[in-house]
């Protein structure tokens, strides 16, 4: 299994950007799939995942409203669409999966993820 994230880059406060974590070796509709960060001197964040069990989504509240995971249609692509992008969304961002990691409303951790991308920076600044 193989993770490979991009999409990253220097945006300014408010814009957008598009991540993207293209997978070989599995497919995401029989895996559990989450985006997290990692801001320098912070722990792991969990941003926003979907289920392996029912498909239920996970945001966390620093991004709900703004954030959106999906996936398209061939299932090997998993995407993060990031609106109104701000500094503190500045980090490292990784895609996860695994065939058993769970999510719920209100539930993620990366601690159920064995599979992970290799980062792709987003830093936010005007």
């Known amino acids: 299994v193989q993770l490979q994230a991009s999409g990253g880059g220097l945006v300014q406060p408010g814009g957008s950007l598009r991540l993207a974590c293209v997978a070989s070796?599995?497919?995401?509709?029989?895996?559990?799939t989450g985006w997290f960060r990692q801001a320098p001197g912070k722990d792991r964040e969990a941003l926003s995942c979907i289920s392996s069990l029912d498909g239920s989504t996970y945001y966390a509240d620093s991004v709900k409203g703004r954030f959106t995971i999906f996936r398209d249609g061939t299932e090997n692509t998993v995407f993060l669409q990031m609106n109104n992008l701000q500094p503190d969304d500045t980090a490292v961002y990784y895609c996860?999966?695994?065939?058993?990691?769970?999510?719920?409303?209100?539930?993620?951790?990366?601690?159920?993820?064995?599979?992970w991308g290799q980062g792709t920076q987003v830093t936010v600044s005007s």
């Open positions: 070796g599995l497919s995401f509709g029989d895996y559990g």
């Open positions: 996860a999966a695994d065939r058993s990691a769970v999510a719920t409303k209100y539930y993620c951790s990366a601690s159920d993820f064995g599979s």
